[in-house]
């Protein structure tokens, strides 16, 4: 029979355990949704070009409107008139989840699994295994990521014989920090953390996969299928949910349609509906003026939030890039108990504990610790102070968990929930959400905080970083500025995509609204009330990108330094400077996966920018992609 799919040549030979057949024919059947996809993307620039347009903010959806796809009026999903999910056994404790991918760039079978024998013996009580944020997507690393998932998930020899080996490993350790183990039985310990997923987001394209006519096909249709397809009947038999992440999402339109995606898998599958679970990701301001829509467009398949900070402060910037008298501070002042992240997170919470119709309260998980435990002892000490205390600060707000964003941190954090040992926070009593002006002046709400050329270097030197770690294939990476490099009391933080995001949109912004500095800074000579312009852009990123060539091995690899790195600052170079402001780094780093030719990087970052200053065309699909028939027919 004739199928709607194209290929990448030789992904079918080199990954047939991924693209099984039963897997292929569920991609076929959740193919139509990607119509539905691109046309939701389209809306999505329409509405950012609307309200750069017009100047306007974003607003509440009007009570007595029904809620697309659906026939829930939004007034009803605000009042709890709506059927949830109950919380499955394996969600009910979260105190921990920890994130991160299944596999690792250019590396063995074996080398992946490693990574996923260090999550599931962790501790953690749920892991992530990211498929988005924290995933390279260089060369196959998405099909190595859903392949070493599958063996795990099975208990396949290669992955015990892997977790045996890492067991060790990780005890070794534990008894130089903690002077104990943290594994007993190793066999035992892989059975405790939930396994979850995350897909990527609809406005990103697969790799491998394209529709018979060229088209880009959807991200997420693929990362859902791949995933769900293979690992049902074996999550299911052992006596676990099936769950996922399910990030980028900005209105409760976009959520209905991951809830027909869902529910059309089952029926696919012969599931349940409401089989399939799901955690929502509030990384996109207007997800803060549709929560409990979001939620009750997901319906049985919704069982939480999670309150993560990058791609939140990132949203808001995008979402205010018109306005010129909204200007973000240093990074490191937007804490979650920093203005519109302050009120954000306060909305998430009442959001999670107003009862659906049938009583049923949701999750709220925590965001992120980045820290690592590795550098001096005063380093370590003080870092594991902070990370402590934003575990304190979350647990006594309402949360049921808390994200890490490395294993090593899982025993750190989690004792803050086991003092309290209370399985989660369902149902504590929090204000209900109202809906007026003054609510939406809150998610936009700034306080003064430091914004210097201090902070710009900060910016700057981790942004070029991060391009480079990604085109190399490490979508996470342990990063800090360069002037800390050699520094042991200033720990490297777990980066990924997100951080890079928001560091590009803050540096766009002091550029395009003539931002003030706040403080002097005697190595350039600016001074407190100068404005941020494109000429100090320019000396900074000089200056720093020459540490960064200048840096050991440790810290940019050496062969990344004629290769992705000036691609890197090409791209920083050309987002900075574009008046119109691109909607995501990501696109512009996913156009150059895989060359290291900086012509060819010039010219796709160009037609990039030309093709959305036009029309607010995303350049989404593989440039590189060579397509194989054997995908096309059966």
């Not at 996913?590 to 030309?610: H, K, M, Q």
Request: charged share 25%.
């Amino acid at each position: 029979m004739t199928r709607s799919l194209e290929f990448r040549d030789g992904v079918l030979r080199a990954y047939p355990d991924v693209y099984t057949p039963p897997a292929i024919d569920a991609l076929e059947a959740l193919a139509p949704f990607n119509r539905d996809r691109r046309n939701l993307m389209n809306e999505r620039t329409a509405r950012r070009l609307v309200r750069f347009r017009d100047r306007q903010r974003i607003r509440f959806l009007a009570s007595d409107s029904i809620i697309p796809r659906t026939s829930i009026r939004v007034a009803d999903a605000r009042a709890g008139n709506f059927d949830g999910s109950e919380i499955p056994a394996d969600l009910q404790r979260q105190w921990i989840q920890g994130t991160g991918p299944a596999a690792r760039p250019r590396s063995t079978t074996e080398e992946g699994l490693r990574n996923v024998a260090y999550a599931l013996l962790s501790g953690a009580d749920g892991w992530m295994f990211d498929g988005e944020d924290a995933l390279g997507q260089v060369d196959t690393m998405s099909l190595e990521n859903q392949r070493n998932l599958k063996l795990a998930i099975a208990r396949d020899p290669r992955f015990l014989t892997v977790a045996e080996h890492v067991s060790g490993e990780m005890n070794r350790w534990a008894e130089g920090f903690f002077g104990r183990p943290i594994i007993a039985d190793w066999r035992e310990q892989l059975e405790f953390t939930t396994t979850i997923f995350r897909c990527r987001g609809l406005h990103l394209d697969d790799r491998h996969i394209r529709l018979a006519d060229g088209t880009g096909f959807s991200a997420s249709i693929v990362d859902l299928v791949l995933y769900v397809v293979n690992n049902h009947e074996r999550l299911r038999a052992a006596g676990r949910s099936i769950v996922l992440y399910l990030p980028k999402i900005q209105t409760a339109g976009e959520a209905a349609l991951w809830n027909d995606m869902l529910s059309a898998l089952e029926r696919h599958l012969g599931l349940a509906d409401g089989t399939i679970k799901a955690y929502v990701l509030v990384e996109q301001i207007e997800q803060a003026f549709q929560l409990m829509e979001i939620r009750a467009a997901l319906g049985l398949h919704f069982v939480g939030y999670n309150t993560g900070r990058w791609d939140y402060i990132n949203s808001v910037a995008d979402a205010l890039a018109w306005d010129a008298d909204f200007v973000n501070p240093n990074i490191d002042a937007i804490t979650m108990t920093y203005g519109y992240m302050r009120t954000y997170e306060d909305r998430v919470r009442r959001a999670m504990n107003t009862p659906d119709r049938n009583g049923r309260f949701a999750l709220w998980q925590g965001g992120m610790e980045p820290n690592i435990p590795v550098g001096s002892e005063a380093g370590v000490t003080s870092g594991m102070t902070r990370a402590k205390a934003g575990g304190e600060r979350e647990q006594k707000s309402g949360a049921s968990g808390k994200w890490v964003a490395h294993w090593k941190m899982v025993h750190i954090v989690r004792p803050i929930w086991e003092a309290v040992d209370e399985a989660n926070q369902l149902g504590r009593e929090f204000p209900p959400l109202t809906y007026t002006d003054e609510d939406a002046a809150g998610l936009a709400m700034l306080e003064p905080a430091p914004r210097t050329v201090r902070g710009a270097r900060d910016l700057l030197s981790v942004a070029l970083q991060y391009g480079n770690a990604f085109l190399r294939g490490f979508q996470a990476a342990a990063l800090k500025p360069a002037d800390f490099f050699g520094n042991d009391d200033v720990l490297y933080l777990m980066e990924d995509m997100a951080t890079g995001e928001i560091r590009v949109s803050i540096l766009w912004e002091w550029i395009h609204k003539a931002a003030q500095l706040t403080d002097d800074d005697p190595e350039t000579g600016a001074r407190a009330g100068d404005t941020f312009d494109a000429a100090l852009f320019a000396r900074l990123l000089d200056e720093e990108y020459a540490k960064l060539l200048a840096a050991g091995n440790r810290d940019v690899h050496d062969d990344s330094k004629a290769t992705t790195l000036p691609i890197a600052r090409e791209i920083v170079a050309a987002y900075v400077a574009d008046a119109v402001k691109p909607p995501w780094y990501i696109d512009l780093l996913n156009l150059n996966l895989g060359s290291s030719d900086l012509d060819t990087a010039r010219a796709r970052i160009r037609a990039y920018v030309e093709a959305f200053e036009k029309d607010g065309t995303r350049l989404t699909e593989n440039p590189d992609f060579v397509g194989s028939m054997g995908g096309t027919t059966t």
